[in-house]
């Protein structure tokens, strides 16, 4: 350790122009050291406060997050159940369509067994014996009461459609009284 008090009472103006020199260098060098530790304290201080700032930043942005995954599973969990829903009504739909489709089976079978049955029961009348004139009267019985042309047209339509020899009760000999028929009465 340096005696101050030994230098001084020395009085030897070269030991005290060292030691000014000396002591001004320190001072120079102390104030270099406070600005630079005021200028650190500064940057560290700015840092503290940008660190808290993004500390608070991410905090905000963390909950942000937390806040949309808490809703996007709700609305997730909300969708499942009302797909599950759909499902139920989906499955209970083609249940009841399949019964539907067995019941509508059944009963097509019956119809057409019922069908069959009534075919074989009905027997067509023999129209072989019958003469033109027969068929002719027939004819006009067919398009009594009609006296309009346009209820002419449409009795004929429907005649023709039912007795045509290409379909299943038609009779050719019919066919042709119809036609005839309906010429005369047209005219």
Same mark, same amino acid.
């Given at each position: 350790?340096?005696?101050?008090?030994?230098?001084?009472?020395?009085?030897?103006?070269?030991?005290?122009?060292?030691? %000014?020199?000396?002591?001004?260098?320190?001072?120079?060098?102390?104030?270099?050291?406070?600005?630079?530790?005021?200028?650190?304290? #500064?940057?560290?201080?700015?840092?503290?406060?940008?660190?808290?700032?993004?500390?608070? *930043?991410?905090?905000?942005?963390?909950? #942000?997050?937390?806040? $949309?995954?808490?809703?996007? $599973?709700?609305?997730?969990?909300?969708?499942?159940?009302?797909?599950? !829903?759909?499902?139920?009504?989906?499955?209970? +739909?083609?249940?009841?369509?399949?019964?539907?489709?067995? !019941?509508?089976?059944? #009963?097509?079978?019956?119809?057409?067994?019922?069908?069959?049955?009534?075919?074989?029961?009905?027997?067509?009348?023999?129209?072989?014996?019958? *003469?033109?004139?027969?068929?002719?009267?027939?004819?006009?019985?067919?398009?009594? +009461?009609?006296?309009?042309?346009?209820?002419? $047209? %449409?009795?004929?339509?429907?005649?023709?459609? =039912?007795?045509?020899?290409?379909?299943?009760? +038609?009779?050719?000999?019919?066919?042709?009284? =119809?036609? $005839?028929?309906?010429?005369?009465?047209?005219?």
């Amino acid at each position: 350790m340096i005696d101050w008090d030994d230098i001084v009472q020395s009085e030897n103006e070269d030991e005290l122009k060292k030691l %000014k020199l000396f002591l001004f260098q320190e001072n120079l060098r102390l104030d270099a050291e406070r600005q630079k530790l005021a200028s650190d304290r #500064e940057e560290l201080k700015k840092l503290q406060d940008s660190f808290m700032k993004d500390r608070v *930043s991410l905090r905000d942005e963390l909950n #942000e997050l937390n806040r $949309r995954t808490t809703q996007e $599973r709700q609305r997730l969990r909300q969708e499942n159940m009302f797909f599950d !829903k759909k499902m139920e009504i989906l499955k209970d +739909g083609f249940r009841t369509l399949e019964e539907d489709r067995r !019941k509508f089976e059944r #009963e097509k079978e019956e119809f057409e067994s019922g069908r069959r049955l009534a075919m074989s029961d009905i027997q067509t009348p023999d129209l072989t014996n019958l *003469s033109e004139s027969d068929f002719d009267s027939i004819a006009c019985v067919l398009f009594a +009461g009609v006296n309009n042309p346009g209820l002419l $047209r %449409k009795r004929y339509k429907d005649l023709v459609k =039912i007795f045509h020899p290409d379909n299943l009760g +038609g009779d050719e000999r019919l066919s042709r009284a =119809i036609n $005839r028929y309906y010429n005369l009465i047209k005219k």
